[in-house]
């Protein structure tokens, strides 16, 4: 969603500024729009992509500047209504990441008092209050304005003639980067990994005031310290390498990412945590969602664990009972369901761990404890590797719980998902690429594994995908079932490899073609199948893997077969900020 980049410095802020912007183009965006600070306020904005346009050509002077890439909530996308937002002379320009819930009340009374919008935006209002608080001095013209604002932010201000940025936040991610005589400021590290490794995370209610060598920062009117961390993320972990798509990179690091994710283990309050909880809640979205009900299967029939999961979105609204260990998962750790549900639990006195991928999101900030999957900068909007490396933190729980019973599969899976990243699925592609539905089916853990296969199919390729348990088609999905409807079949051996087969026998009778994955040398699978793509004969721990790293292949190809944007797939934004 939204992102937001500032820089101040010895450099001519231009060039930084759209530089910072592509790096956030992954999040998802409609427009986008830079302002720098001379004498005057420079301004550029404009509806679509950053390369679509003549942004190359785009040279605003001064050493000072903000920019944002803009997902649209409060008016549609147009130049008009992209960020940098101004006041009504045009010397007070802010970008804004959030919503700002009481904006038609303010700017009611701010027409009121006779000031003009450009905008349909609920950002506009802010940069008229500020406006009116201006008297010179801009830091306390922001801390007069926020406390009239209801809803989230993260914010950065500049004005004509005054050489400081002034960044806010509340609820909404912003992070500082300090360079050497240079400050930079944005929604998260992507743009900062090229400039510096010296980060700092602003909190909820940070007031920074930023110059060229100085970041000064102010909470409840007082002058407050936050500690400089240094990331682990470098600058190649954001380009692409060669690969076709960052999609396809992040999918080939799963091996990686998994052998990392398991490698750092866990820390001991955390071990103590998932070893003494007497009752366990996961909550999340989207894939985040999956991996934790793959978890509830595992840990329900490996170690007679019982789990509960709920959704995100759902949780605030219609909380369950709350008791126990609450675990948010969110490969971004700012996914705002998520982050509700969190502060709910915390509220309902449960101790809370957060499983993210991010070092300081904000729902490090919120959890009691954090345990960080290493699957590096995620830049694709769907999620693959950070998917693979919340199952490898999520089997860490698991192999804590059970005192170590699964230390040494554990050790070994990434070879396995090594194995299959070059499995040939071409002729599975080509059944894909031309149908208009598809289904995804498994049963225990593959039926979690199948409804993130449709995610990933649905959102990348646009072809509408299910995810079903396999005993459920016949209840009603059958109808649909078409010889132009391929049904994707994980069929694993094991207790319910019998009635899989049962399953695909019963698809195959109302003539859909089947893809079934299964184990290499399953003749009798093989045989009555359309397409037979095998996985190595592994531990089940291992074969959710594997199974889920194919369908994520599949995906991809069909995806690319019918040349959609892959990295950046309509309509969705990577970090879902908003409820
Ligand atoms: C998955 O491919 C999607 N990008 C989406 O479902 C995502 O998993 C969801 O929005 C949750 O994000 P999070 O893990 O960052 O909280």
């Known amino acids: 969603m939204c992102g937001i980049v500032g820089y101040i410095g010895r450099r001519e802020a231009t060039p930084l500024l759209m530089q910072g912007l592509k790096r956030l183009e992954y999040r998802g965006y409609d427009s986008f729009g830079i302002a720098t600070m001379g004498s005057d306020i420079n301004l550029f904005k404009k509806r679509g992509r950053i390369s679509d346009s003549e942004s190359d050509a785009v040279a605003l002077a001064g050493y000072v500047g903000i920019g944002h890439t803009r997902w649209a909530t409060h008016g549609e996308p147009s130049d008009i209504n992209s960020h940098p937002h101004t006041d009504c002379s045009g010397r007070i320009a802010l970008v804004h990441n959030g919503v700002i819930e009481n ?38 013209a922001v801390e007069k304005t926020l406390p009239l604002l209801k809803g989230s932010y993260a914010l950065l201000v500049i004005a004509a003639d005054d050489q400081r940025i002034i960044a806010a936040r509340d609820c909404s991610p912003l992070v500082l980067g300090i360079g050497d005589g240079e400050l930079f400021a944005a929604s998260d590290m992507m743009p900062l990994l090229e400039h510096t490794e010296r980060i700092v995370f602003m909190e909820d209610g940070d007031i920074a005031e930023i110059t060229a060598g100085e970041v000064a920062i102010y909470c409840d009117g007082a002058r407050v310290e936050r500690p400089v961390e240094l990331v682990n993320w470098c600058v190649e972990d954001v380009r692409k390498g060669g690969f076709a798509h960052y999609m396809q990179k992040e999918i080939f690091e799963q091996p990686q990412a998994f052998y990392e994710t398991i490698k750092a283990g866990l820390d001991d309050h955390v071990a103590d945590m998932i070893k003494n909880a007497s009752e366990i809640t996961l909550v999340a979205c989207g894939t985040s969602y999956h991996t934790a009900l793959i978890f509830k299967y595992l840990a329900e029939s490996l170690c007679n664990i019982p789990i509960r999961v709920e959704v995100g979105s759902e949780f605030k609204y219609y909380p369950p009972p709350l008791k126990g260990l609450v675990i948010a998962v969110s490969q971004s750790g700012e996914t705002a369901d998520t982050l509700a549900a969190l502060k709910m639990a915390k509220v309902h006195g449960c101790s809370t761990l957060a499983i993210t991928n991010v070092q300081g999101s904000t729902v490090t900030r919120i959890a009691d404890r954090t345990l960080l999957m290493r699957a590096g900068p995620e830049i694709g909007v769907a999620a693959t590797k950070s998917y693979t490396a919340q199952l490898a933190a999520l089997m860490e729980l698991l192999d804590a719980r059970c005192e170590g019973a699964f230390a040494d599969v554990l050790s070994h899976a990434h070879l396995a998902i090594g194995e299959v990243l070059l499995r040939d699925i071409q002729q599975a592609v080509a059944l894909c690429k031309g149908a208009e539905h598809v289904f995804f089916v498994g049963r225990g853990p593959f039926y979690p594994v199948s409804m993130e296969g449709a995610l990933k199919m649905k959102e990348i390729s646009y072809i509408h995908a299910e995810g079903y348990a396999a005993g459920e088609l016949k209840h009603g999905p059958f109808a649909l079932l078409t010889e132009q409807t391929p049904v994707i079949a994980v069929c694993p051996p094991g207790s319910t490899y019998g009635v899989m087969v049962s399953n695909i026998k019963e698809m195959k009778a109302r003539r859909a073609p089947i893809i079934a994955l299964g184990t290499d040398g399953d003749k009798e699978l093989e045989e009555i199948v359309d397409v037979f793509i095998p996985l190595p004969d592994t531990h089940p721990l291992v074969q959710v893997l594997t199974a889920s790293v194919v369908l994520q292949l599949l995906s991809y190809h069909t995806a690319c077969a019918l040349q959609r944007d892959v990295d950046k797939p309509r309509n969705l934004a990577k970090s879902v900020t908003v409820e």
């Open 103 to 140: 904006y038609a009340e303010l700017k009611k009374q701010l027409v009121g008092r006779g000031h003009r919008f450009a905008s349909e935006t609920d950002t506009e209002v802010i940069a008229h209050l500020i406006e009116e608080h201006y008297n010179g001095d801009l830091r306390e």
